[in-house]
C-alpha cells in the first residue's frame, strides 16, 4: 500500500502547475502567468484508498513571470498520511521546481504550444509515506486548442528520468493527459479531464484518473476551485476530493 499512496502523490505535483485560474487542472495548458507577475496557490487535496488508508495535502505553489512567455514555479508540500489501523504521519514532503516557457502563440497572442519542465527533490521522509524516495526530473510539450468560443481543450505529454532511487523496482515513465474547459459563464468554469502515467514501480499497473470540477473568478485578482477524482486502476486513489484559492498581482 505504501508503493501506491506514493505514487499517485507523485502524479499530484509532477503534472498539477498551471496558469492563473487553471489550478483545478492536473493537465498542463500552454499559457503562463504573464510577464512580471506574481502569483500563489494554495490548496487541499484529499485522497482514500480501497484499504481505507487516507491522505490529505496542503500545499502553497508560488509562481512568478519572467516575461510573457517565461514563468518558474516552486511547490511545498506537506502530507498528512492516515493507515487504516489508526496510526498517523505528517511532515513536509518532496519540493517541485518548474519551468515553463511559450513556443508557440497564435495571432491572437493565445499560446498555444509550450514546454515545461519539473525537478523534484527527496527531501521528504520516504519511511513514513512523505517522500518519494527518488530525485526526478521531468519534460512535457503542453497544447492548448480553443474549439468553440466557450470551450478550450488541453493536453500534455512527457518523459521523466528518475534518479537516486531508494526502490530498485524504479523506472523513468512517461504521462500524458487531456483536459476540457468549459465557459458556462463570464466567471464560473466546468472542467473535466484524463490524467494518466506508466507507474514509477515498473512491477505495479499504468496510473489513471478522472478529475472533474469547476473554478470560479471571483474579481482579477482571486480566484476559487472545487474538484472531485475517481480513480481508474489499483494504483490510483479509490476517490478524492480538491479545493484551493489563487490570486495574482
Not at 508540500?77 to 521546481?97: E, I, M, R, W
Request: glycine share 8%; proline share 2%.
Amino acid at each position: 500500500m505504501k508503493k501506491i499512496v506514493l505514487f499517485t502523490l507523485v502524479m499530484l505535483f509532477v503534472v498539477a502547475s498551471s496558469a492563473f485560474a487553471y489550478r483545478p487542472f492536473f493537465t498542463e495548458d500552454a499559457e503562463i502567468v504573464g510577464d512580471k507577475v506574481f502569483q500563489n496557490e494554495v490548496a487541499v487535496d484529499q485522497m482514500t484508498w480501497k484499504s481505507k488508508d487516507a491522505d490529505t495535502i496542503y500545499s502553497d505553489t508560488v509562481y512568478y513571470g519572467f516575461t510573457k512567455n517565461i514563468h518558474a514555479s516552486l511547490t511545498i508540500p506537506y502530507a498528512y498520511h492516515k493507515v487504516n489501523n489508526g496510526d498517523t504521519y505528517s511532515g513536509q514532503s518532496d519540493l517541485f521546481l518548474v519551468g515553463k516557457y511559450v513556443l508557440l502563440r497564435d495571432a491572437k497572442d493565445v499560446a498555444r504550444v509550450a514546454i515545461k519542465v519539473t525537478g523534484k527533490w527527496d527531501n521528504g521522509d520516504y519511511n513514513k509515506v512523505l517522500g518519494f524516495g527518488d530525485k526526478e526530473y521531468a519534460a512535457l510539450l503542453c497544447f492548448t486548442q480553443p474549439v468553440f468560443e466557450n470551450l478550450l481543450v488541453h493536453a500534455h505529454g512527457g518523459y521523466t528520468i528518475v534518479t537516486d532511487k531508494k526502490n530498485p523496482n524504479y523506472e523513468n515513465y512517461w504521462l500524458y493527459a487531456v483536459g476540457a474547459d468549459l465557459i458556462v459563464t463570464q466567471k464560473g468554469h466546468l472542467i473535466a479531464e484524463l490524467v494518466a502515467n506508466k507507474n514509477l514501480d515498473s512491477t505495479l499497473q499504468q496510473q489513471r484518473f478522472i478529475n472533474a470540477g469547476m473554478y470560479y473568478v471571483i474579481s482579477d485578482h482571486w480566484n476559487v476551485d472545487l474538484t472531485y477524482r475517481y480513480g481508474l486502476t489499483n494504483t490510483t486513489q479509490d476517490y478524492g476530493f480538491g479545493a484551493g484559492i489563487g490570486f495574482h498581482f
